[in-house]
């Protein structure tokens, strides 16, 4: 039989070789170096200068997504381009795509743990950390966009004087319900799989606040045998109750139009779409924060080629889903034989929108096809683009289904343009801002990647026969490092 | 200085945490509590009894002399709103009566004088988005004291009930609990040995189905 | 007193009113009117709980703790007699427009009127009235208004009291006396008024010298010139639209722009009210048939079963062919005999044909009528057809003209400004008008107005006139003035003030007496002293009373005459026109008319008017040349691009917007806009027409150019966005139109009269939700489809009624209109010769309704009566609702649109109704108000509600009583009817929605056998479209 060269091997994990498995972790890792590796990022007195940059220029645009919210709120919504027929626009545009991006976190972490897909290790921490604060950004929509925001809490039941409670019929009260439930959940996913590592980080620690501050965070975590044991057994349990949020949530977000009557709303396929959609544009913005960070942090061999061609075929498959959906729409509006229905396809392919349109399907049909291509898929420079341009096209999803809908529906007397105001667009690079404010924040003080899963994944797991055993049995091999070196010096001499 | 031994709280710290989780617990309940009473109208509205320009009495006016409250307030029946008397209301009387202290009386005698209204605080005030009709109450065999409680019974008029929307509801889903014969509505001292069997009666007699639609009051 | 310059805009309003304030007049009218409150009422921030409060006023005192602003009642110190606080009283009174009036009932709350309605004891508004009508309770309270007296002295202007100038004029007036006043002039607005007349005998006694000229910019001389020439002297026409079947209207928009418009209207409906054999209900008769010739799609026009769009310079061609026709078709043509040749034979011949048959066929059934912009000769020719078919006496009739032999309105302001510039006046009093805005460009008035020494201007508003006049005199409102005015049949109504003068104004009858030193001076005693030299002594007082109750003196209508045709030379003269005529064919001409908005301009400063869609064009706050698709495809023109208009001398630069159905070759512009001192909402809206206008050709110029000059401007439309204007839209546009609004042939109605029911097909309905039932009332609605002209008074009816703000143009632009009640327009066929549907769109109350559901705060529910309620007070604006309408009839506060109002503007707001705060949303309640008010009365009083006691604003002010609202669920009231007719349908009932709101389907009654039009579709079904909606 004929095994490959050692060192092709050793550098492209991306090969799939039948009599063995691929490592997760490249370098001559062991526990000690994967450690030194995650935390340094996190200790290190002074980050790079790009992070500076980079904070800085989130954090000027969060101040003026908070200016912003501030006019909205003394002077009105009009300040936006919403209109008569379209009485939604960019915020809840807006709302839907970030909702949309926080699927992937939960996903990997959750679905992935229980289908115990290994290679998530890498990438879990902070994909959970995306989807916090993709859903911090998304929520932040809902609220503003009212008439009256400071009446918002009415959509909660609560006893008043008044004697009245929500309509429990309306879609926007089954949303907050269950966008407030993801997040949360989320947040408790996310911050128990932390807990070992912080505890690593105050045991690491060398000045007294941070010892204090990662102390409390860690809640006294020892890495005693019964503090493993309950752990695995909270995550796994946590894991079982986030997997069905993540495809509800995005169910329930997909009621606000599928609930109503307007035709390119109207549809029952919409929960299915909406979720394929969502993982979509949530590994897509996995990829684009991935692949520069572990370029920057030197975690190559941890976040390696490997998990992201992974991550390329799933934004492939999904794709594929989100283009069959669009092909769909169009042949139940003709089949239906609604008139109203198949005039408002047509009318978003070759009507005043047709722009928005075709953006949309290019994005997200045409160039996850590029994935098809072992090439493409391991080019990270494709990658970064592709799924930059997936989310652009996943927000132009958003805005078809919104404004196009709204602004031609059934009397032709009403028909009605939306066009976008400065403050619709400040706001929306705004809440960008916010997000990699947050982010920037996440990777200076928290391991970006989850140390403890890693190493249950690494060959060493097993062969110190000692300590805690980790998820599921030993597996991939570790190449002799005598081996490596000769590889190498191949490499060199070829 | 790599290498020490990793920190960890004290143990004593153990200890805090139940009192830390009492004290956030506690607290949160103690404020939600603080706040629902606080801006309750029960709280904020009810004995509300501000200054008048004269200190005119009901408990003499309605009580001891017994004048009827239409007397003074002639459009409850015909109108939305009971409406404060004219100051030539005041004066059929006081021209010719003038008992007790009289500088009480100034106000008046200014106003009807000069013509210029005397100014008198609101007491029972509404929303401006409530549209209440008394003629429509009253007429029905809901008595005054009801809603505004035994006026003739206050020296200075003070508001006795909410007036809260639930408050209003509760009449309405409910009337059998506030009916009375309609030639009863102005009585003040007006009792029932059982109100709820007068009252199913009287909402039979009267076909009292009173409307819980948002535009019977919004509008 | 310090000067304060120029008129007082919004911006010094209240210095000047602090100023005001100094002088006794205002703290006298500030007392009576709101006594001892108007500084803290002026002042205070409060909105409509002033309004709401009871007693008489209310001013807002800090906040008390965590309660609301303490209020404080303040009651009458003595009770007017009859006077419940806070419930309104309507009084009957009447306003007078272009010189003759409608009668009307002004609802006033606590001494306060807030709302128009038509005074249904009235011979032309019968109940009914039109926008201007309704928007004059804005105009009342406008703070741009007028105030006092103001002298100008050099490049000064100084506050004077009334006394100051009654000093003045007693001085500069006794002056006069000594030649009879031969240096003295009066202008005055036309007027119809007997104590204006009667005020003008007795100025023309004191000052025999003195010249008065009357002069309106639109005038209707041509019609006065044409009775002259065809009877020898001045008759006045009238029309009985309803005894008619088939109406010709040469250039005249009979149902719109006319005095007699609404009476026109209700008539006319009479004649649509077809039941199920296609005949009038009730009657053997036949549904009526409308013949418009016309160049400018008017209302009229749109509602014309067969039109002829033609230049207006060719109508009279078309007339005089009709004539010849007729002469052929052995009808004897009085007066005009042989005089006509068929030398030039007109294109439109088998039109003519055709009507000349059907005018034939119906002699003694109807109307030939011609519009004001036609020649005399025209209507001279219009006469003697009606003679020749036997109208006169059935449908057609006649009376005196007021003044028969007054100079022409062109006349007398030529003559006037000639005057002026060479020097032979020194005084000039103008009671009323503009004329230094709406008098023809090449007159110049304005310069001739500064040779004038003295110029005393009495006005509504500070407009373009009075800044250069010497004295400006406030002017009262008529809801503020005592008078007595005409309708166009000769009825006197009696004009009573609702209140006291808002701004210290006088009306023109008090100025006169001031200025000729006559006593009585006050208003209330001069008409008192006509209408009793009138009507006789004995029992004055009671018919007095009578006549205030009833808003009419009874009996005081012109007597109808027959006056014989005499022979006149203008047969033969207007031949010859015509067949000079065909050597300016291929010109293009430009057509003057009165705006929808505006009128001649006096209406600028109306908001309401203003953001009311022009019935046809639905345009704002804006006037545009009119163009034919035809010309626009040929000069590459689309709505809002700008051109040059160049007509005998004169150039003006406005935009375009294109409209199906104008004549090829003909701009129409209308008049009145482009005002520079209107107010803050009027000025520099639009552009201004008047300068092109010019004594020879005051209604209609031919040899205009246009040139496009490749510049842009915005015209805020409510319908057909251009941005939304893609092919696919059209095209489904078009297929839609067939359900949407369903409309037949009559001959077609009669073989289906269920038509309207197989305009759409869909599958079963069956809904998600348990159905309401409805023990008690279940309010419905329907529009008669065949019925609507559009003429919009229900939209600013509703306005007035409900306390719904304007958001002025760029928001209208936006597409935030907030109208409760939309007319939607659309056009079908030819762009040339289309057929035009109105469809007032309102809320549908739907008994499924899809916002209902939607809304998570429950703001809007559903009633135990049917109604969609609204809850303003629990809407947090999420929108979702108004997503969610298929009518798409929900209005959202996208600002706080009261922001800006003055407090005099917030007097019109309607207690009964909630002003809405900014971010929540609004829209039609079938004005539960009214419903609520009446359902309390009647069981104050233990009665049933009688069918037609409630009714909405929209179906009060209509003036063909389209819209008809009741109780569904009593079988006979008429709104059931109605709903059982088969005609009835539910616009997108395929949705299961459920709309409680039905239309019934439009008939369209073309001769038979079909009149030939240019491509025009037969108005069937065939759009028949199958559809369903899960």
């Known amino acids: 039989m004929t095994t490959l060269p050692a060192h092709k091997m050793l550098l492209d994990t991306t090969h799939e070789d039948p009599t063995r498995r691929a490592p997760l972790v490249l370098g001559d890792h062991d526990f000690g170096s994967v450690t030194e590796t995650v935390c340094r990022?996190?200790?290190?007195?002074?980050?790079?200068?790009?992070?500076?940059?980079?904070?800085?220029?989130?954090?000027?645009?969060?101040?003026?997504?908070?200016g912003l919210i501030l006019y909205l709120f003394v002077t009105g919504v009009g300040v936006w381009g919403v209109n008569n027929p379209v009485g939604w626009g960019w915020a809840i545009v807006n709302f839907v795509f970030w909702v949309g991006i926080g699927h992937a976190g939960t996903l990997i972490s959750a679905i992935l743990f229980l289908f115990r897909q290994k290679w998530r290790t890498g990438i879990n921490r902070f994909a959970e950390a995306m989807t916090i604060f993709a859903v911090i950004c998304a929520g932040v929509w809902p609220g503003i966009h009212v008439g009256r925001a400071w009446l918002a809490y009415w959509l909660a039941p609560y006893p008043n004087q008044m004697q009245v409670w929500p309509n429990f019929r309306s879609p926007l009260v089954w949303d907050a319900v269950a966008v407030g439930t993801y997040f949360l959940v989320s947040l408790m996913f996310w911050y128990m799989g932390m807990i070992p590592d912080l505890a690593t980080i105050r045991d690491r620690a060398v000045t007294r606040i941070r010892q204090m501050v990662y102390g409390l965070l860690a809640l006294g975590w020892r890495g005693s045998n019964r503090q493993w044991l309950r752990y695995e057994r909270a995550y796994l349990l946590l894991a079982a109750l986030a997997t069905p949020l993540v495809l509800s949530v995005h169910s329930v977000v997909s009621f606000d139009f599928a609930v109503a009557q307007l035709p390119g709303w109207h549809t029952t396929i919409f929960p299915p779409y909406f979720v394929a959609g969502a993982i979509f544009s949530g590994f897509a913005m996995v990829m684009t924060l991935a692949i520069p960070a572990r370029q920057f942090f030197g975690l190559k061999d941890i976040i390696t080629m490997r998990h992201l061609e992974n991550i390329a075929k799933i934004i492939l498959v999904t794709g594929s889903m989100v283009g069959y959906g669009y092909g769909l729409e169009f042949f139940i509006a003709w089949y239906s034989g609604n008139s109203y229905e198949s005039f408002a396809f047509l009318n978003r392919a070759l009507g005043p929108y047709a722009w928005a349109y075709w953006i949309m399907v290019t994005c997200n049909v045409a160039v996850p096809q590029l994935f098809w291509f072992r090439k493409c898929r391991t080019n990270v420079w494709v990658l970064l683009g592709a799924c930059i341009l997936v989310n652009v096209g996943m927000w132009f999803e958003r805005f078809v289904i919104v404004v196009s809908s709204l602004s031609s529906d059934f009397l032709p007397s009403s028909w009605g343009y939306f066009s976008p105001t400065a403050v619709d667009i400040m706001m929306l690079v705004g809440s960008f801002g916010l997000f990699?404010?947050?982010?920037?924040?996440?990777?200076?003080?928290?391991?970006?990647?989850a140390m403890a899963e890693v190493k249950s994944v690494m060959p060493q797991a097993l062969m110190e026969g000692t300590g805690h055993r980790p998820l599921g049995d030993y597996w991939g091999d570790m190449p002799h490092p005598e081996q490596r070196h000769k590889a190498v010096d191949a490499e060199a001499r070829s | 200085m790599q290498g020490s031994r990793p920190f960890v709280f004290p143990r004593w710290t153990n200890s805090l945490r139940t009192l830390i989780a009492a004290v956030v617990i506690v607290g949160v309940l103690y404020a939600a509590l603080v706040v629902a009473y606080g801006a309750s109208p029960q709280t904020t509205d009810v004995g509300y009894q501000p200054e008048q320009p004269v200190t005119y009495s009901h408990a003499k006016h309605a009580g001891e002399l017994g004048i009827d409250c239409r007397y003074c307030h002639t459009t409850v029946e015909q109108a939305a709103h009971a409406a404060i008397p004219p100051t030539q209301t005041c004066m059929n009387c006081h021209t010719n009566i003038t008992i007790g202290n009289s500088e009480k009386l100034t106000p008046v005698r200014e106003s009807n004088a000069s013509g210029m209204p005397i100014e008198w605080v609101r007491v029972h005030d509404l929303p401006d988005y409530v549209y209440f009709n008394h003629s429509a109450h009253v007429r029905r065999g809901v008595g005054c004291a009801s809603?505004?409680?035994?006026?003739?019974?206050?020296?200075?008029?003070?508001?006795?009930?909410?007036?809260?929307?639930?408050?209003?509801?509760?009449?309405?889903?409910?009337?059998?609990?506030?009916?009375?014969?309609?030639?009863?509505?102005?009585?003040?001292?007006?009792?029932?040995?059982?109100?709820?069997?007068?009252?199913?009666?009287?909402?039979?007699?009267?076909?009292?189905?009173?409307?819980?639609?948002?535009?019977?009051?919004?509008? | 007193m310090p000067p304060v310059s120029g008129p007082a805009t919004g911006k010094t309003y209240w210095r000047s009113l602090d100023e005001l304030a100094d002088t006794p007049e205002f703290r006298k009218f500030v007392e009576s009117e709101f006594p001892n409150f108007a500084p803290e009422l002026l002042a205070s921030p409060s909105r409509r709980r002033f309004l709401k409060l009871m007693g008489a006023s209310l001013a807002m005192a800090g906040l008390t703790g965590c309660r609301w602003p303490k209020e404080t009642i303040a009651p009458h110190g003595s009770r007017p007699e009859g006077r419940t606080p806070g419930e309104s009283v309507q009084y009957a009174t009447a306003m007078e427009l272009g010189?003759?009036?409608?009668?009307?009932?002004?609802?006033?709350?606590?001494?306060r009127p807030i709302k128009v309605e038509g005074n249904p004891g009235h011979p032309?508004?019968?109940?009914?009235?039109?926008?201007?009508?309704?928007?004059?309770?804005l105009e009342l309270y406008d703070p741009d208004r007028s105030k006092g007296v103001m002298q100008r002295q050099g490049d000064q202007t100084f506050y004077r009291s009334w006394d100051q100038f009654a000093a003045y004029a007693r001085r500069h007036f006794d002056a006069l006396r000594a030649d009879g006043g031969k240096r003295l002039c009066v202008l005055s607005e036309s007027s119809s008024s007997p104590s204006l007349a009667d005020m003008r005998e007795r100025f023309g006694r004191a000052f025999p010298a003195a010249k008065w000229w009357e002069y309106e910019p639109i005038s209707r001389d041509n019609e006065r010139l044409g009775s002259v020439r065809a009877f020898g002297q001045a008759w006045r026409t009238h029309y009985a639209l309803d005894r008619a079947d088939v109406i010709v209207s040469l250039d005249a928009d009979l149902l719109m722009d006319h005095p007699a418009a609404i009476g026109h209207a209700r008539d006319w409906a009479v004649g649509r009210d077809v039941d199920e054999q296609g005949q009038r209900r009730g009657t053997e008769r036949a549904m009526n048939r409308l013949y418009v010739v016309e160049s400018a799609h008017s209302v009229t026009g749109s509602m014309a079963d067969h039109r002829l769009a033609v230049a207006s310079r060719r109508v009279e061609a078309v007339a005089l062919h009709l004539a010849s026709c007729l002469i052929e078709r052995g009808v004897a043509v009085p007066s005009v005999g042989n005089a006509l040749s068929r030398s030039s034979r007109p294109v439109e011949a088998d039109f003519v044909e055709a009507l000349a048959e059907d005018l034939l066929a119906h002699r003694g059934r109807c109307v030939v009528a011609v519009g004001p912009r036609q020649g005399a000769a025209v209507h001279a020719l219009a006469h003697a057809l009606n003679a020749a078919l036997g109208a006169v006496g059935t449908t057609v009739s006649y009376t005196e003209e007021i003044e028969p032999d007054r100079p022409t309105h062109a006349e007398a302001i030529t003559t006037l400004s000639t005057d002026m510039r060479d020097g032979e006046v020194d005084t000039l009093l103008i009671l009323g008008g503009n004329p230094v805005f709406d008098a023809p460009a090449d007159l110049e008035f304005g310069q001739g107005l500064d040779a004038v020494k003295t110029v005393i201007h009495l006005s509504l508003f500070p407009n373009e006139t009075s800044q250069r006049c010497t004295w400006r005199l406030s002017r009262a409102h008529y809801l503020e003035s005592w008078g007595d005015v005409r309708a166009y049949d000769g009825t006197i109504s009696v004009v009573q003030p609702l209140i006291e003068p808002l701004y210290d104004g006088k009306t023109p009858i008090e100025v006169l007496a001031l200025v000729i030193g006559d006593q009585p001076a006050k208003g209330y005693d001069v008409v008192r002293r006509t209408l009793q030299a009138s009507s006789g002594g004995a029992d004055f007082d009671t018919r007095w009373r009578r006549a205030l109750h009833d808003g009419i003196v009874p009996g005081s209508a012109w007597p109808t005459a027959e006056p014989p045709l005499k022979r006149g030379g203008w047969a033969a003269e207007l031949a010859e026109r015509v067949r000079g005529g065909t050597a300016e064919a291929g010109q293009?001409?430009?057509?003057?008319?009165?705006?929808?908005?505006?009128?001649?301009?006096?209406?600028?400063?109306?908001?309401?008017?203003?953001?009311?869609?022009?019935?046809?064009t639905k345009l704002t706050w804006d006037n545009a040349a009119i163009i034919a698709p035809v010309d626009a495809e040929r000069m590459g023109l689309r709505r809002g691009d700008m051109v040059r208009l160049e007509a005998a001398g004169q150039t003006l630069e406005m935009p375009v917007t294109v409209l199906p159905g104008q004549a090829e070759g003909s701009v129409t512009v209308s008049l009145g806009y482009g005002r520079t001192a209107a107010g803050r909402v009027g000025n520099g809206t639009g552009f201004d027409a008047y300068r092109l206008r010019t004594v020879a050709a005051m209604e209609v110029v031919t040899g205009v150019t246009l040139t496009s000059t490749g510049r842009r401007t915005m015209l805020a439309v409510t319908q057909d966005h251009h941005a939304i204007d893609s092919r696919v839209g059209r095209r489904e546009r078009d297929k839609r139109l067939g359900m949407l609004y369903r409309e037949a042939d009559l001959e077609e109605y009669r073989r289906h009269p269920d038509f309207a029911q197989h305009a759409v097909h869909h599958l079963p309905l069956v809904s998600m939700w348990r159905e309401h039932e409805y023990e008690g009332h279940r309010w419905g609605m329907t529009v008669d489809l065949n019925k609507c002209t559009g003429c919009s008074a229900c939209v600013v009816a509703c306005q007035a009624e409900n306390n719904i703000a304007v958001v002025g143009k760029e928001e209208v632009d936006r597409g935030r209109e907030m109208h409760w009640i939309r007319i939607d327009r659309y056009f079908r066929g030819q762009p040339g010769a289309p057929q035009v549907a109105h469809q007032p769109v309102a809320c549908h109350h739907c008994a499924n309704a899809p916002c209902e559901q939607v809304c998570p705060v429950a703001a809007t529910v559903h009633s135990s009566e049917g109604l969609n309620d609204m809850v303003y007070n629990r809407c947090i604006g999420t929108r979702y609702c108004a997503n969610n309408c298929p009518y798409k009839v929900r209005r959202f506060n996208w600002f706080n649109n009261h922001k800006d109002l003055t407090e005099t503007e917030k007097m019109a707001f309607n207690p009964e109704v909630t002003v809405r705060a900014r971010g929540v949303m609004e829209k039609c309640t079938f004005c539960v108000q009214r419903i609520n008010a009446v359902k309390i009365d009647a069981k104050n009083e233990a009665r049933p509600i009688a069918d037609g006691e409630i009714t909405p604003a929209c179906a009060q002010a209509c003036p063909t009583q389209a819209i008809v609202f009741g109780e569904l669920n009593d079988a006979e009231s008429r709104v059931a009817r109605l709903q059982a007719d088969r005609r009835a349908y539910a616009m997108l009932g395929e949705l299961n929605v459920k709309p409680r709101t039905q239309y019934l389907a439009k008939l369209r009654n073309p001769a038979q056998p079909e009149v030939a039009l240019p491509g025009?579709?037969?108005?069937t079904h065939t759009e028949q479209t199958d559809t369903e909606h899960s």
């Not at chain 2, 009449?171 to 199913?200: I, S």
Request: glycine residues 6%; charged residues 20%.
């Open chain 1, 41 to 66: 990022i996190v200790e290190r007195p002074k980050p790079p200068r790009a992070w500076y940059v980079a904070f800085a220029v989130s954090v000027s645009l969060t101040g003026v997504l908070v």
């Open chain 1, 436 to 449: 990699f404010t947050l982010f920037l924040l996440f990777l200076r003080y928290i391991p970006m990647v």
């Open chain 2, 147 to 219: 809603c505004h409680g035994r006026v003739d019974k206050m020296e200075l008029v003070h508001q006795v009930e909410p007036l809260s929307m639930g408050w209003c509801l509760d009449c309405h889903r409910r009337p059998e609990r506030h009916l009375r014969p309609v030639k009863e509505v102005f009585n003040m001292g007006y009792t029932t040995a059982n109100q709820l069997v007068d009252g199913r009666r009287l909402k039979e007699l009267y076909n009292i189905n009173p409307s819980t639609d948002c535009s019977t009051c919004h509008r």
């Open chain 3, 99 to 111: 010189g003759s009036a409608v009668g009307l009932l002004i609802t006033s709350y606590d001494g």
């Open chain 3, 124 to 137: 032309i508004s019968r109940g009914a009235t039109n926008a201007f009508a309704q928007a004059s309770v």
């Open chain 3, 588 to 616: 293009v001409e430009l057509v003057f008319t009165p705006d929808s908005h505006v009128y001649d301009g006096r209406f600028a400063n109306s908001g309401w008017l203003q953001e009311m869609p022009d019935p046809l």
């Open chain 3, 1016 to 1019: 025009l579709p037969k108005a």
